[in-house]
């Protein structure tokens, strides 16, 4: 079984430019989640996906990030425009429903 | 909101020894407990898990226990062995937060041979 995908897995920018990030989960997952990971912390969810319906989106900075999932399977994150506070690790997870989710690996995000 | 603190933030071992991470959480309707192990520059990889209807799992070398009372659960690694070295994460979440999982600060975990 082919696990979660990310691109791309480094992205440097200038802060105020955009950036985008994609995940595809593990096939017939239904949920779908982005997490933030600040180095040396815990992850920290960003937003929830349920097919192609936002659950959760309490912890997004609305003013600057997006995330969609227009087709249920594949999502897009980004960020515009971006922030020094926005370096990090951005990790998509999936789940089969409310259940074990399952990490890709991340794409490391720095902000100059 | 559910918060989750973990302790230590560090822990060293001597190579065989055991090692012992706590989390306490603060929600009491959290049912889900898992335990993740990231490596350096690498994903979380889920290592055991527990439910609130089961008060301790083992799996090998990894146990875990649940207080529910207390509301902490630990993480219990026997044997330990270099390859055991990482950083772990315990989490937690619950049916009426949507499976949305709240993580602790992380553990790193440095065993020496």
């Known amino acids: 079984e082919a696990g979660v995908a990310q691109s791309p897995r480094y992205k440097i920018i200038e802060k105020r430019q955009s950036v985008a990030f994609w995940c595809n989960p593990i096939?017939?997952?239904?949920?779908l989640y982005w997490y933030q990971q600040i180095l040396g912390q815990g992850p920290k969810l960003l937003i929830q996906?349920?097919?192609?319906?936002?659950?959760?989106d309490s912890q997004l900075p609305k003013d600057r990030f997006s995330a969609e999932r227009l087709k249920g399977v594949d999502s897009t994150l980004k960020i515009q425009p971006a922030k020094l506070e926005d370096s990090a690790v951005y990790l998509c997870?999936?789940?089969?429903?409310?259940?074990?989710?399952?990490f890709g690996p991340g794409t490391r995000l720095t902000v100059l | 909101g559910e918060n989750v603190e973990q302790h230590p933030s560090t822990l060293s071992v001597q190579e065989g020894d055991s090692a012992v991470i706590k989390c306490t959480y603060s929600?009491?309707?959290?049912?889900?407990f898992p335990w993740y192990k990231q490596e350096l520059g690498k994903r979380p990889q889920l290592i055991i898990d527990?439910?609130?209807?089961?008060g301790e799992k083992k799996d090998q070398r990894i146990a875990v226990t649940l207080n529910k009372t207390a509301k902490h659960f630990s993480l219990h690694i026997t044997e330990t062995q270099p390859e055991d070295s990482a950083v772990y994460f315990c989490?937690?979440?619950?049916?009426?937060?949507?499976?949305?999982?709240?993580f602790g600060q992380g553990t790193e975990l440095s065993v020496k041979p």
């Open positions: 997870a999936s789940s089969f429903s409310e259940d074990t989710q399952y």
């Open positions: 096939s017939g997952h239904a949920t």
């Open positions: 996906f349920q097919n192609n319906g936002v659950v959760d």
């Open positions: 929600d009491s309707a959290s049912n889900y």
């Open positions: 527990i439910r609130s209807n089961v």
């Open positions: 989490a937690a979440s619950g049916h009426n937060q949507g499976g949305k999982l709240i």
